[in-house]
């Protein structure tokens, strides 16, 4: 059975920086495409980044310049670099993952993964 289980989350000063990571188990293949999405009490989900299995990132415009996607050479684990954190980043962040053969594309931060980890909250002070 597929799993996903995120780690890192905490509390920083804005400008500070976390690192997420997501591990998977279960899965058939060492990599997929997954996202990172964040969401915020009674607010909409929203696409942070995401990953293609052939190493195609994309990043939502608030993420640019600040956050970085990665994997790690280990199966299915893969991570969230995030600096400058600013106060509305605040939220609970999940990663969703599933196997995909042409690629998220430019819809990545709409596309609904067959599996989600429950989340980590991250929570920046100003």
């Known amino acids: 059975q597929e799993q996903l289980k995120e780690s890192g989350g905490g509390s920083v000063q804005a400008g500070g920086s976390l690192r997420l990571s997501c591990a998977g188990s279960?899965?058939?293949?060492?990599?997929?495409?997954m996202g990172w999405f964040r969401q915020v009490p009674g607010g909409e989900r929203e696409g942070v980044a995401a990953r293609d299995s052939d190493g195609t990132t994309y990043y939502a415009d608030f993420a640019k310049g600040r956050f970085t996607i990665s994997k790690d050479n280990a199966p299915n684990i893969w991570y969230l670099q995030m600096n400058s954190l600013k106060p509305e980043d605040t939220a609970v962040y999940y990663c969703?993952?599933?196997?995909?053969?042409w690629g998220l594309g430019d819809a990545w931060s709409s596309h609904e993964f067959r599996y989600r980890g429950k989340g980590t909250q991250v929570t920046v002070s100003s």
């Open positions: 279960g899965f058939r293949y060492p990599d997929n495409c």
């Open positions: 969703a993952a599933e196997f995909c053969v």
